[in-house]
């Protein structure tokens, strides 16, 4: 259990109002520093890999930035209220065996959230601080620990499924 408090959620609060003012932009900038940060990341997004540059007004790209944003901003709020991150059940799941299944590594964590501390450091502008940047960092760092907890089950599951029976 990390530690999580007011100050922390409203850094994590305002700056989501400013992130969420121009989706479109800030989702070709997270994916932009994704690839600047990691060239060879580009591949691992279906709607990134057949094209040389970050595809402009594309719903997929925007769709899974969102999400991304979102699924951090909730994880803050959560570790405010319940000291924890909680992702329901299903989508977990879900999260897990898609990022086992694309052959996500420890590293690819934090290339996504070097993004996404670009970004927002971006959509605030001289708001930014070193706060800020701890308070995203905390929600972020619980959320992809919960998601590779979630990894881990599936690949000591799929390796349970591959073991020949003795």
Not at 54 to 63: D, K, R, S
Not at 78 to 103: I, N, P, R, S, Y
Request: net charge negative; hydrophobic share 40%.
């Amino acid at each position: 259990m990390c530690t999580f408090g007011e100050r922390e959620a409203a850094l994590v609060k305002s700056s989501w109002d400013s992130l969420m003012q121009n989706i479109p932009h800030h989702s070709i900038r997270f994916f932009t520093s994704i690839v600047e940060i990691a060239p060879v990341a580009k591949d691992m997004f279906s709607f990134m890999r057949d094209s040389d540059e970050i595809p402009q007004n594309n719903p997929l790209l925007q769709a899974h930035a969102m999400r991304v944003f979102k699924m951090t901003y909730e994880s803050a709020i959560q570790l405010k209220e319940k000291g924890e991150v909680v992702v329901e059940d299903t989508t977990l799941k879900h999260l897990g065996f898609v990022h086992v299944k694309k052959g996500v590594l420890e590293p690819h964590f934090e290339v996504l959230k070097g993004a996404l501390l670009n970004t927002i450091k971006e959509a605030v502008g001289e708001k930014w601080s070193e706060d800020m940047k701890n308070a995203w960092s905390t929600a972020y760092d619980e959320l992809a620990t919960t998601i590779k907890r979630e990894m881990t089950f599936n690949v000591e599951g799929v390796e349970f499924l591959l073991q020949p029976e003795i």
